[in-house]
């Protein structure tokens, strides 16, 4: 409260005590998510740097960190969508904390495992394999995926993740009801 009203930084226990919840298998939440946003806004500087401190997805922002919690997204929405909604666990059990702390380790595994969902999709996975290919495009060719995240990043990765979760159940009218009000 302190913080809020002398408009000092966040205390950044508040920000590893949200972090660590996140991996240890928490559901991101608006709130989590909107804690994240702020003390990234706040303590690192964030808003004017780049566009992933918004409300909801930016989907033109290039920061690495945010670029692969949406990718997360979306692997985990492909493997959902295969397995028809009865997993006993899924990406996100497994690998989450890994892919926020150690993306090099994780990722390279989660593309291979999407591969296998991909084909059980068929036709109907071609949306996510465009957004998959957009967002892998966005990483950079000679080092995609950061041996690791600073907290910094791991807090870019969580709010990536939860803008591209929210997308995905955003209907089409509320996305054009957004558009026409901005």
Same mark, same amino acid.
């Given at each position: 409260?302190?913080?809020?009203?002398?408009?000092?930084?966040y205390?950044?226990?508040?920000?590893?005590?949200i972090?660590?919840?996140?991996? *240890? $298998?928490?559901?991101?939440n608006?709130?989590?998510?909107?804690?994240?946003?702020?003390?990234?806004?706040r !303590?690192?500087? !964030? #808003?004017? +740097?780049?566009? +992933?401190?918004?409300?909801?997805?930016?989907?033109?922002?290039?920061?690495?960190?945010y670029?692969?919690?949406?990718?997360?997204?979306?692997?985990?929405? #492909?493997?959902?969508?295969a *397995?028809?909604?009865?997993? !006993?666990?899924?990406?996100?059990?497994r690998?989450?904390?890994?892919?926020?702390?150690?993306?090099?380790?994780?990722?390279?595994?989660?593309?291979?495992?999407?591969?296998?969902?991909?084909?059980?999709? $068929?036709?109907?996975?071609?949306?996510?394999e465009?957004?998959?290919?957009?967002?892998?495009?966005?990483?950079?060719?000679?080092?995609?995926?950061?041996?690791?995240?600073?907290?910094?990043?791991q $807090?870019?990765?969580?709010?990536g993740?939860?803008?591209?979760?929210? +997308?995905?159940?955003?209907?089409?009218?509320?996305?054009?009801?957004?558009?026409? +009000?901005?």
């Open positions: 409260m302190n913080s809020i009203l002398t408009g000092n930084d205390p950044m226990t508040l920000y590893n005590a972090l660590t919840r996140i991996r *240890a $298998g928490e559901d991101v608006r709130t989590k998510a909107a804690i994240i946003k702020s003390i990234l806004i !303590n690192f500087n !964030n #808003e004017k +740097e780049s566009g +992933e401190t918004t409300v909801a997805l930016n989907p033109n922002s290039d920061d690495k960190a670029t692969l919690g949406r990718l997360f997204a979306a692997l985990e929405r #492909e493997q959902s969508n *397995a028809g909604g009865s997993l !006993n666990a899924t990406i996100r059990d690998y989450f904390a890994s892919a926020c702390a150690n993306p090099k380790v994780a990722f390279v595994t989660l593309l291979k495992l999407s591969m296998n969902h991909a084909k059980k999709l $068929g036709e109907k996975g071609r949306w996510l465009k957004l998959k290919s957009e967002l892998l495009a966005k990483l950079d060719d000679s080092n995609p995926y950061p041996a690791s995240l600073s907290l910094e990043g $807090g870019k990765f969580i709010l993740y939860y803008h591209q979760t929210q +997308e995905f159940f955003t209907s089409k009218k509320d996305k054009e009801n957004n558009d026409n +009000e901005q």
